[in-house]
């Protein structure tokens, strides 16, 4: 398993953290930050869950207003300057346009909500809201001149499956164990912990085989799956139900100008965002339905398609139609059931399930939650696990950067442009592109190139060898998948070919073997940099 070294290296835990998606590695990276041992497992590649599958805002959820969430508005809000501080290269500014249409919701109503999202938290970096007059706005372009006025607000945007990966990264270099590919089969309590049974599952290498650990605690932060592993897995009855509500987003070719996103109101009082997304499309979502399949098998359906052409192109100008889709995806919210009938009012907030009955070995279970309030949740996660680590370190995580995300005065523009007087020979796209995935860490890839072919192999769009050792070797990514869909969205850019290109250099790496290539680059001779020797590629690879 490909795991299976790091698993060999220790076989007890403090913790087994089951699921790598947003929760998951945000509750292994705090806890390992706490001095605890951790071990998180998860069954695909990390992010393959609803973690990828979000809008990607980080934001306080302008609409939870409307349903008085004000506790999780107010923690979110607060979250969100904390997290654009922390990972300013994957998080940014974003400007929400929303038009009025006095017909849904009342003006007042909607100036009452913004003037609270404005104040109901601290605000230091992002501006406060305003009416906009369409008609002498560039705003008003791409919308129908019956839209005569709206509002203008602020929140930010997240490469949401990245985060995970920053995540992930930030708890091993604090100590954990992170093991993708690897399933949560069961657990039974002995003694003061739980023996815990993991199974190889899928990996290209995989095996099969199985492995057994012991944990102090175990965390089920399965999103989707959370009352699968709490019932089936560990035989746990719980009080508490998830709710599973199925989101849909669809990618088209871009569909105006400017970097403002819209927020557009329907009939049926959801909202569709849509977000300007790797430069060339517009994104576009979400829809908000009630789930009870598998979530495993989810993806759009002819019906939410059609219900998000429809929303747009009742508000603007050019008509969206389903034959314009380039991609779409779906996810499921593993929301906490609170009893609501309507699946767009079902609670955003977060609830723990700690199941250590009469001192047994503790299990606590994670329902709901967003992105955005990822790393309180951790933190909070903590709190409820602390009585059984006296020992433990204090929270630490509100102001510690993200990896690559120590950026100087949060400075992005400044810090590319000093990636680009340094490194010439990126071209100004594929500097953005890498300051923003990488942050800081781009030396990792880029520090000892002189000129483009140092990077080895160019699979398109600026991905070389080099960019994909990195995220093999630092970020867990083990397909062409994992690459051009979760580390990246370079697989909108690039053809379908690629992918089996991607697979086959995967493939050379994993025969040549890791210690041949940790070996190489220690003897790196002949005038090839070391990334070269280590990759056994020359210049013109
Ligand atoms: C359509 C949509 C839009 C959203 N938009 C936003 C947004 O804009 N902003 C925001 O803040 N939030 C948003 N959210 C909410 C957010 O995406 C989720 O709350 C969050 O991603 C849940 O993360 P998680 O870690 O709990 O679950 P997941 O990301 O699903 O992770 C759970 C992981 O557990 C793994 N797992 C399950 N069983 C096992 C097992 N037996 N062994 C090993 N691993 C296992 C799964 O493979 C999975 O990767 C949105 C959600 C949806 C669906």
Known sequence: MEGRQALAARDAFDIVVIGGG??????????SGRGLSVLLVEQGDLASGTSSASTKLIHGGLRYLEQFEFRLVREALTERERLLAAAPHIIWPLRFVLPHDRGIRPAWMVRLGLFLYDHIAPRKRLPGCETIRFRQHPYGQPLKGSFKIGFAYSDCWVQDSRLVALAARDAEERGAEICVRTRFIGAQRQGDGWTVTLEDAGSPTATGGTRQVRARVLVNAAGPWVAEVLRSRLGIESTKNVRLIKGSHIVVP??????????????????????????????????????????????????????????????????????????????????????????????????????????????????????????????????????????????WTETAPLPGGDIAGGDFEAFIAALRRRKPFLDPE????????????????????????????????????????????????????????????????????????????????????????????????????????????????
Not at 337 to 366: C, I, M, N, Q, W
């Open 430 to 541: 594929l500097a953005r592109r890498l300051a923003r995935a990488y942050g800081t860490r781009v030396e990792a890839i880029i520090g000892k190139a002189n000129r483009i072919e140092d990077l080895g192999r160019d699979f398109g769009r600026g991905l070389t060898a080099a960019e994909i050792d990195y995220l093999v070797d630092q970020e867990w990514a083990r397909t062409a998948d994992d690459i051009l869909w979760r580390r990246s969205k370079l697989g909108l850019h690039l053809p379908q070919g690629v992918a089996s290109e991607i697979d086959a250099y995967l493939e050379g790496r994993r025969r040549s073997g890791a210690e041949q290539r940790v070996s190489a680059r220690e003897h790196s001779t002949n005038g090839l940099t070391d990334r070269q020797a280590a990759t056994g590629r020359g210049s013109s690879a």
């Open 254 to 395: 871009r569909l105006y100008q400017g970097e403002q996103a819209y927020i557009l109101q329907n009939a049926d009082r959801r909202i569709v965002f849509t977000i300007p997304y790797e430069r060339d499309f517009t994104l576009i979502g979400t829809t908000d339905i009630a789930y009870d399949e598998e979530p495993h098998r989810i993806a759009i359906s002819d019906a939410e398609t059609r219900y998000l052409c429809d929303s747009v192109s009742h508000c603007f100008r050019v008509p969206v139609e389903p034959k314009d889709l380039v991609w779409s995806y779906a996810g499921v919210r593993p929301l906490f059931d609170d009893g609501s009938l309507k699946a767009s009012v079902v609670t955003r907030d977060y609830v723990f399930d700690l199941e250590a009955a009469g001192g047994a070995p503790p299990a606590l279970s994670v329902f709901g939650g967003k992105i955005t309030t990822f790393r309180r949740l951790a933190e909070h996660a903590m709190d409820e696990l602390a009585r059984f680590f006296p020992g433990m370190k204090p929270a």
């Open 22 to 31: 947003i929760n998951g590695c945000g509750i292994a990276r705090d806890a």
